[in-house]
């Protein structure tokens, strides 16, 4: 009951005025936290305004930043991120209406997952083959392959585009195109005689790479080892108090309420074995972090919640890593590494940096980003 004889309030009615309250103090943060963002775009919007200082070139990277910011505004709680074996690759051939017979023109060489990959376009005599090249990274195995879900597009500026999907396995410098696309169609997406393409590249499994382990974890570690981890192939023989203590989702794994606690074997799905096993040598004190690893093990310490790994692979990538300034900012957003993402917006000087960035796609690009990025063009203006 609400009320007893005298009219006093019950613990009842006691109980849901104070839900009420609690409701009532939440609807007005959400307010005034939609009321601050309101501040920032319009703040935002007179920043805009400087555009008309620009050149056409920058004109166009600022008008990108706007769709890209509106896009984030609507979906910032919806984002879909792609995983460390999915990338985009993105590259625009020049004067392609002009190719001669027989002449090629190729896209520079860009690291994903221990290998170069690179775009090549070809006039043949009634039409234009495209063409996908990937190249490993040194160290690798004598016999290497890639299994990849591929998706060509070609795209206009006004939005029109052609898809094309297909499968594919990579292996010693295997190449992969499409000859079929006829003249008469790539001509209309032309735009200055200039031709767009990207490429979607999902891996689905990669044979062959990786550095010599410098620890093992194999059946050699049996008589010191209390479960076994399961990545597809791969067994690794591991101390549970020894993960529990550098993760809270192996801890919560082998001593939480799961029916995993019980097993003497446990399945890791959706990882790869090679990242796993630098991921392992890190937490047990081997330097086995490098520009061809360290992306993986990173992945994996933020999906398994190792504090230690994040710090060392971040400090690597901050003083060490030879990667681009795009794929480090990247991994940054992906792993919400504060510092990285500074120092990585600190390299930002001019603006073709900002149109790396953009030219690259990145799925993972978030609001605050966006808007660094766009505040950057506008003091580029003001110089």
């Given at each position: 009951?609400?009320?007893?004889?005298?009219?006093?309030?019950?613990?009842?009615?006691?109980?849901?005025?104070?839900?009420?309250?609690?409701?009532?103090?939440?609807?007005?943060?959400?307010?005034?936290?939609?009321?601050?963002?309101?501040?920032?775009?319009?703040?935002?919007?007179?920043?805009?305004?400087?555009?008309?200082?620009?050149?056409d070139n920058e004109k166009r990277t600022m008008m990108k930043f706007e769709k890209q910011l509106e896009s984030l505004e609507k979906n910032q709680n919806k984002m879909e991120h792609r995983s460390e074996k999915e990338f985009v690759l993105k590259h625009v051939f020049e004067n392609?209406?002009?190719?001669?017979?027989?002449?090629?023109?190729?896209?520079?060489?860009?690291?994903?997952?221990?290998?170069?990959?690179?775009?090549?376009?070809?006039?043949?005599?009634?039409?234009?083959?495209?063409?996908?090249?990937?190249?490993?990274?040194?160290?690798?195995?004598?016999?290497?392959?890639?299994?990849?879900?591929?998706?060509?597009?070609?795209?206009?500026?006004?939005?029109?585009?052609?898809?094309?999907?297909?499968?594919?396995?990579f292996k010693e410098r295997d190449d992969y195109g499409y000859e079929e696309f006829l003249w008469e169609d790539v001509e209309y997406y032309l735009a200055n005689n200039n031709l767009t393409i990207q490429v979607e590249v999902e891996i689905l499994k990669m044979t062959g790479f990786?550095?010599?382990?410098?620890?093992?974890?194999?059946?050699?570690?049996?008589?010191?080892?209390?479960?076994?981890?399961?990545?597809?192939?791969?067994?690794?023989?591991?101390?549970?108090?020894?993960?529990?203590?550098?993760?809270?989702?192996?801890?919560?794994?082998?001593?939480?309420?799961?029916?995993?606690?019980?097993?003497?074997?446990?399945?890791?799905?959706?990882?790869?074995?090679?990242?796993?096993?630098?991921?392992?040598?890190?937490?047990?004190?081997?330097?086995?972090?490098?520009?061809?690893?360290?992306?993986?093990?990173?992945?994996?310490?933020?999906?398994?919640?190792?504090?230690?790994?994040?710090?060392?692979?971040?400090?690597?990538?901050?003083?060490?890593?030879?990667?681009?300034?795009?794929?480090?900012?990247?991994?940054?957003?992906?792993?919400?590494?504060?510092?990285?993402?500074?120092?990585?917006?600190?390299?930002?000087?001019?603006?073709?940096?900002?149109?790396?960035?953009?030219?690259?796609?990145?799925?993972?690009?978030?609001?605050?980003?966006?808007?660094?990025?766009?505040?950057?063009?506008?003091?580029?203006?003001?110089?």
């Amino acid at each position: 009951m609400a009320n007893n004889e005298k009219g006093e309030t019950t613990p009842e009615r006691s109980e849901k005025n104070e839900v009420l309250e609690k409701l009532k103090l939440m609807k007005n943060s959400q307010k005034q936290k939609f009321d601050e963002f309101a501040e920032r775009l319009q703040s935002m919007e007179k920043s805009i305004a400087k555009i008309l200082k620009f050149d056409d070139n920058e004109k166009r990277t600022m008008m990108k930043f706007e769709k890209q910011l509106e896009s984030l505004e609507k979906n910032q709680n919806k984002m879909e991120h792609r995983s460390e074996k999915e990338f985009v690759l993105k590259h625009v051939f020049e004067n392609v209406a002009n190719l001669k017979i027989n002449e090629t023109v190729t896209s520079k060489d860009v690291e994903h997952i221990n290998a170069n990959w690179h775009m090549e376009v070809k006039r043949f005599g009634t039409h234009l083959g495209f063409y996908f090249y990937c190249k490993p990274i040194a160290p690798v195995g004598d016999k290497w392959s890639i299994e990849t879900n591929i998706k060509f597009i070609i795209m206009d500026n006004d939005g029109n585009i052609a898809i094309k999907a297909m499968k594919n396995r990579f292996k010693e410098r295997d190449d992969y195109g499409y000859e079929e696309f006829l003249w008469e169609d790539v001509e209309y997406y032309l735009a200055n005689n200039n031709l767009t393409i990207q490429v979607e590249v999902e891996i689905l499994k990669m044979t062959g790479f990786g550095k010599e382990n410098i620890r093992e974890f194999d059946e050699s570690q049996k008589d010191v080892s209390d479960v076994i981890l399961a990545v597809q192939d791969t067994k690794f023989y591991v101390q549970k108090m020894y993960l529990a203590l550098h993760s809270s989702y192996f801890k919560a794994i082998f001593f939480g309420k799961f029916n995993e606690s019980e097993k003497s074997e446990i399945e890791l799905k959706d990882i790869n074995p090679d990242d796993f096993q630098k991921f392992l040598e890190l937490i047990h004190g081997e330097p086995s972090i490098d520009d061809n690893t360290v992306s993986g093990i990173l992945n994996l310490a933020d999906m398994y919640d190792v504090p230690t790994a994040i710090r060392r692979c971040e400090e690597f990538l901050l003083k060490n890593s030879q990667k681009s300034m795009v794929q480090k900012l990247q991994l940054a957003l992906r792993c919400n590494l504060e510092s990285l993402k500074t120092k990585c917006l600190s390299e930002i000087t001019e603006i073709s940096d900002v149109k790396s960035i953009m030219a690259a796609n990145l799925p993972e690009m978030d609001l605050s980003t966006a808007q660094a990025l766009l505040q950057k063009c506008i003091d580029f203006s003001d110089k």
